[in-house]
């Protein structure tokens, strides 16, 4: 298996789709061999593109109160892991951001994924984690958050924690009464 430290020089030195950013690449990573959860999300949006680091905010906020989980713990890479299906803000669409990049998924994810021995829980966010993570056939996120059972307590699908989606929120209150306090729970176990 190739070094952990030789793997995150390449990706953060990674132009593999550089034309297509707005902002240019900033690959935006977090991991450690010692991570027992694996947040797997969608791509940085602008913010986290200045700031480096992941879910830096309003959506981390949000994840990390679905977690119940400190800022410490969420930022320690010995706990967890973060890696979006694209690595770096892919721009802004009609309705918000654009889908990750597709070439940095099949270029880098199961490299990466060799280096997590230790995992035992996966948070797939978004339609797109969800699509390269779940087994099975494809499922709107809806779909695939109803059925959370199916794949717990290892693999667990989430909405985007996104306040551009507080009206799924609203529309579906099992999940905040259901889902999340077994999900802080099991976090809680890991931590």
Known sequence: MESLGSLLKQVRA???????LPLG????????PGARV??????PGRKVHASGKPFDDPSGDRLRDWMGVSPKQFYNPGLMAII???FCYPGTGKSGDLPPRPECAPAWRERLLQQLPNLELTLVIGQYAQA????GPAATVTENVLAWRESWPT???LPHPSPRNN??????PW?????????????????
Not at 25 to 30: E, L
């Open 14 to 20: 990674c132009t593999l789709c550089a034309e297509h």
């Open 25 to 32: 690449p900033r690959p935006v990573v977090q991991l450690d």
């Open 38 to 43: 694996l947040v797997a999300g969608q791509a």
């Open 84 to 86: 979006p299906m694209g």
């Open 132 to 135: 390269w993570h779940l087994q």
């Open 155 to 157: 693999v667990v699908p």
């Open 167 to 172: 009206l799924w929120l609203r529309r579906n």
């Open 175 to 191: 999940f905040e009464a259901e889902l999340i306090p077994r999900l802080r729970e099991r976090v809680a176990a890991l931590m």
